[in-house]
């Protein structure tokens, strides 16, 4: 080999070596982009659970997805072509629901133990603050307008009702079916279960991230983190709770790319099971199920 060849050699070498350490940059850039931290919510949060040790926050809301992959296509039917026009007595079959009365009472007992709280107005309201009740009936045209009265209610049904923003003007039980069988392959179906009252707050509730202790499992109303160059003005709330040992298994999958997006099932010890989807990065998703690994479930390959 001659001097120029060896030359030509050592540049080429060089070249490839330079391009190698480049890519090698960039990729720890876009990585160190991408990497995140909960310290701030972590801080937000700690004060509203004391005695709790605080192993996990989300950094974005947890979303239940329309239909749940067993029943995709049965549910993509319904939801074209059928449910805008069934009769409220036909979900009430549909759904197993003989005594729509008794149905609801039994609605309130498990959004009373897992959200830990007492569904009086005042603290029903103080829940739902800064959110507006509707003042009157749905406008109608005026050839069509007519008075309606609100439907009575005992004074639990009635902070049920503004908590989770029904309708004054319907039976609460038609509202609820409605509910239950609009998300039926979203969760086990029925809405007087620990999974069925989480739902409620996920249906009534946006930007609700979970929170993981060593004893409970929380809903937060919080919001999204603001931009570096804003205060952080958030006043996170407990929407809901469970205890750890209520939870029978989870379940968790990644998305397509695994890199935004991390999809669990959670079966309580009631039998009932709901799926969500966390909008969720790796270092977000590592988090979540390094909080929950004592808790049975399939997990995703790292």
């Known amino acids: 080999m001659t001097a120029g060849e060896r030359g030509?050699?050592?540049?080429?070498?060089?070249?490839?070596?330079?391009?190698?350490?480049?890519?090698?940059?960039?990729?720890?850039?876009?990585?160190?982009?991408?990497?995140?931290?909960?310290?701030?919510?972590?801080?937000?949060?700690?004060?509203?659970?004391?005695?709790?040790?605080?192993?996990?926050?989300?950094?974005?809301?947890?979303?239940?997805?329309?239909?749940?992959?067993?029943?995709?296509?049965?549910?993509?039917?319904?939801?074209?072509?059928?449910?805008?026009?069934?009769?409220?007595?036909?979900?009430?079959?549909?759904?197993?629901?003989?005594?729509?009365?008794?149905?609801?009472?039994?609605?309130?007992?498990?959004?009373?133990?897992?959200?830990?709280?007492?569904?009086?107005?005042?603290?029903?309201?103080?829940?739902?603050?800064?959110?507006?009740?509707?003042?009157?009936?749905?406008?109608?045209?005026?050839?069509?307008?007519?008075?309606?009265?609100?439907?009575?209610?005992?004074e639990e049904q009635e902070a049920f009702r503004a908590l989770f923003r029904l309708s004054l003007y319907r039976p609460l039980a038609e509202q609820l079916a409605e509910i239950a069988y609009r998300r039926r392959f979203v969760f086990s179906g029925d809405l007087a279960t620990l999974a069925g009252s989480l739902l409620l707050f996920l249906e009534r509730y946006s930007g609700t991230p979970l929170a993981v202790t060593d004893t409970h499992l929380h809903l937060l109303r919080m919001g999204p983190r603001p931009d570096a160059d804003r205060p952080d003005r958030r006043q996170p709330r407990v929407l809901w709770s469970v205890r750890r040992d209520r939870v029978a298994r989870v379940d968790s999958e990644r998305g397509a790319t695994g890199l935004v997006q991390l999809t669990s099932t959670i079966v309580f010890d009631d039998g009932s099971w709901i799926r969500l989807t966390q909008p969720a990065l790796r270092d977000d998703q590592s988090r979540f199920l390094t909080a929950i690994h004592d808790l049975p479930g399939q997990r995703p390959q790292p």
């Open 8 to 154: 030509q050699l050592g540049r080429f070498t060089d070249a490839v070596l330079g391009g190698a350490r480049a890519a090698r940059d960039k990729a720890r850039e876009l990585r160190d982009e991408l990497r995140t931290s909960d310290e701030p919510e972590r801080a937000l949060v700690a004060p509203l659970l004391p005695g709790q040790e605080l192993r996990y926050v989300g950094l974005g809301p947890v979303r239940a997805p329309q239909t749940h992959k067993a029943g995709r296509q049965l549910g993509d039917v319904m939801a074209d072509e059928f449910v805008d026009s069934l009769d409220p007595k036909v979900l009430f079959g549909l759904l197993n629901i003989v005594n729509p009365v008794v149905w609801v009472d039994a609605v309130l007992t498990p959004v009373r133990l897992a959200a830990g709280v007492l569904l009086l107005p005042g603290n029903a309201a103080a829940i739902a603050a800064g959110v507006p009740e509707a003042a009157g009936p749905e406008p109608a045209p005026p050839h069509q307008r007519v008075q309606r009265d609100p439907i009575p209610l005992t």
